[in-house]
Structures are given as structure tokens and as C-alpha cells.
């Protein structure tokens, strides 16, 4: 069964700790997302990668950063520099294409919140 | 803010009825995408409709997409309580070339009552 999947479900973190939020997708997609979702909002992309070893900044990418060594995975972590990280984070994929005439493929999310 | 405006913000309709949500954006763009996504789940694509095409139908679903106005509308024909959910339009904008950068609205919550 191809899809996204996103790990762990819940996270907690402490007052000046990182996190990191994976990530994985068998899709075979070049592209991968992240995006972050406030209550009732909706959804506000981090940072975004279009092929290995490659990614740029999206919207609000301050307090966060993101590695793209594998074709399958795009982890986030979320540092301590990011002061209000709570948050439903969603990681998505998509096929590549030129006009981006390609719908995205959601994971999960992880539930983060502040201890 | 680049988000897109959706309204309304909430929906609440009986089972069977018809349920209609509307969608603004703000820049041109290469196709415009409505997303469904259950409480506490990810987003589920339903539909994305190119700039040169004006109306598409998948099930019970149709989309039109107005690009003068820069509007486009969903509309769920006989509701289901499984429709129950929040639906978001997701707007590319026609600059962005390659990467699938989206500009999503806020949502639309959509109960259906039994």
C-alpha cells in the first residue's frame, strides 16, 4: 500500500529542546512538503523539496529546518529558536511536474505540543 | 496574508441536501485544488480543476472555477453524514514554476445532520 507516513502521532517538547517530526512516503515522489496547521486555520507551508539533497524555505521556515538525504524521507525539526511551536504538522508529497498540475498526498500529522 | 478566503466558515445542513462552499484567491494561477480533511486526519485531495477549464464533476462533487473573479465554488450534491468534515481550496499560483507551492484558504467546516 503506497502512501505517506508520519511519526510520532503526539510529541511533546520541553522548553529549549529540538524535535524532529519524520517523515517517510513510498510514492515515489519527488517532491515532498511541510506544512504547519493552526486550530481552525488553514494550512501554512514550512519548507519544501524538490529533489534529493535539495530544499527551500516556505512561508514561515523561521524556527525550523529540514534535511533531504534520501528520496523517501524529509524530516522536520522544530528548534528552540521557535517560539510557539504548537501545532498540527502535516508532511505531504506530490509528483513533480512542470505546471504543478499534480495533487498532493497527505501523511497524518503529528500533534505537537509545548510541556 | 497570501491564504485564500473560503466562506462560508462553517456549514450545518440535513442529510440529502445540497451543500455549496465558495472559494477566493488572490494572484493567477495554473489549477486551483479542494482538499477534505476528517478531524485530526490529513488532508484528502478531491479535485483539482486546470485555469482553462470552467466546471468539473467527480461523483457527487462539482467544481467550477471563475477565473475573472478569481473565485471558484464546491458543490456536494445529496449529503452524506459521512461528508462531515472541513474543506479547504488550495490555490498554485501561475508564477511558480516546478515546485507544487500551494496558497490554501482557511476551511469551511461542514457538519450534516442525520
Known amino acids: 500500500d503506497g502512501g505517506i507516513t508520519q511519526s510520532p502521532k503526539y510529541l511533546f517538547r520541553k522548553e529549549g529542546q529540538n524535535v524532529t517530526l519524520s517523515c517517510e512516503q513510498n510514492?515515489?515522489?519527488?517532491?515532498m512538503y511541510w506544512y504547519r496547521q493552526d486550530p481552525g486555520q488553514g494550512l501554512r507551508l514550512i519548507y519544501y523539496?524538490?529533489?534529493?539533497?535539495?530544499?527551500q524555505k516556505g512561508d514561515i521556515a523561521e524556527g525550523y529546518s529540514v534535511s533531504r538525504e534520501k528520496k523517501e524521507s524529509f524530516p522536520l525539526t522544530v528548534t528552540s529558536a521557535q517560539k510557539n511551536p504548537t501545532a498540527f504538522y502535516l508532511c505531504?508529497?506530490?509528483?513533480?511536474?512542470?505546471?504543478?498540475?499534480?495533487?498532493?498526498?497527505f501523511g497524518d500529522g503529528t500533534r505537537l505540543s509545548i510541556l | 496574508s497570501q491564504q485564500g478566503e473560503e466562506d462560508p466558515q462553517a456549514l450545518s445542513i440535513q442529510e440529502g441536501e445540497n451543500a455549496t462552499m465558495n472559494c477566493s484567491y488572490k494572484?493567477?494561477?495554473?489549477?486551483l485544488q479542494w482538499y477534505r480533511q476528517n478531524s485530526g486526519r490529513g488532508l484528502v485531495h478531491l479535485i483539482l480543476?486546470?485555469?482553462?477549464?470552467r466546471e468539473k464533476h467527480s461523483g457527487r462533487l462539482r467544481v467550477t472555477l471563475d477565473t475573472s473573479k478569481k473565485s471558484s465554488s464546491l458543490l456536494i450534491t445529496a449529503s452524506r453524514a459521512a461528508d462531515t468534515a472541513s474543506y479547504f481550496c488550495?490555490?498554485?499560483?501561475?508564477?511558480?514554476?516546478?515546485?507544487?507551492?500551494?496558497?490554501f484558504g482557511q476551511g469551511t467546516r461542514l457538519t450534516i445532520n442525520p
Open positions: 505531504a508529497s506530490s509528483i513533480q511536474e512542470h505546471w504543478g498540475n499534480q495533487p498532493q498526498h
Open positions: 510514492l515515489n515522489h519527488d517532491a
Open positions: 523539496s524538490q529533489i534529493v539533497n535539495d530544499f
Open positions: 494572484t493567477s494561477i495554473n489549477n
Open positions: 480543476i486546470r485555469s482553462n477549464e
Open positions: 488550495a490555490s498554485r499560483p501561475e508564477l511558480i514554476q516546478g515546485a507544487q507551492k500551494l496558497v
